[in-house]
């Protein structure tokens, strides 16, 4: 009988236009949406990560420290991942390509972060100055990293500070107390400092490629019309 099916296909008509009020209306919920949050919460982790400078001289202290932030981390990746493929069925600009990219980028500092924390018991030999030069570059990463965050989720511009300017200061004074560390810890300093050019070299990577705001979104197609008209001939 014909009937049967008529009343299964009514069901399953009814049953999707239900599911579509309550996805479109009533409880909007869309993988996209979430994408920029969860790489946004994975830079301030990793800004928190370039923060912390661990003191502690015991070796099984720094290296817990460090899988902690390493299990924290990796799961935000697992879960940019995840809504990554919950994306690919949902229609609309998503954007997908660049935050791949960005996600990334994003962990390439991140085994650059954990390589550097884990020479944390380091830092109590360091001279004053060489000290100080290290601290100063981690909070202009970490204030890098969290100005990029905001850039992701809001419509604001903040200003991105002069990482080449603390990267220098800092290769200045390894190249200045290098004479006062014997030849191990000098060779240690050195292959920290190529870290950091390569940690530096990554943000800049990150912050020229970042992925349009809001309103940048809304007036592509604006400048795209313009270009198009310069371009046409006369």
């Known amino acids: 009988s014909a009937t049967v099916v008529r009343d299964r296909l009514i069901g399953v008509f009814f049953g999707l236009i239900v599911f579509g009020i309550v996805e479109h209306v009533l409880w909007p919920v869309h993988a996209r949406d979430a994408l920029r949050a969860r790489l946004a919460e994975m830079l301030r982790l990793l800004a928190d990560l370039a923060r912390s ?20 981390i990796s799961q935000k990746v697992q879960e940019i991942q995840t809504l990554i493929e919950s994306s690919k069925f949902e229609s609309g600009d998503l954007e997908l390509d660049e935050i791949q990219k960005r996600t990334g980028d994003a962990q390439i500092v991140f085994v650059l972060l954990l390589s550097l924390a884990r020479q944390g018991r380091d830092s109590i030999r360091l001279p004053d100055t060489m000290r100080a030069a290290a601290f100063d570059l981690d909070i202009a990463v970490a204030t890098a990293l969290e100005a990029m965050a905001t850039r992701l989720v809001r419509d604001s511009q903040p200003a991105v500070p ?6 220098l200061c800092f290769e200045t004074s390894v190249a ?5 560390l014997d030849k191990e810890a000098a060779t240690h300093f050195a292959a920290r400092l190529a870290l950091y ?7 800049k990577q990150i912050s020229s490629k970042s992925m349009r705001t809001a309103q940048d979104r809304h007036e592509a197609p604006v400048f795209a019309a313009e270009k198009r008209l310069r371009a046409a001939p006369k």
């Open 53 to 72: 400078r661990t003191r502690s001289a015991v070796p099984t202290a720094i290296d817990a420290d460090v899988d902690s932030w390493r299990r924290r």
């Open 162 to 167: 002069d990482l080449d300017g603390s990267l």
């Open 176 to 180: 200045t107390d290098t004479d006062a």
């Open 197 to 203: 050019r390569t940690l530096v070299a990554a943000l």
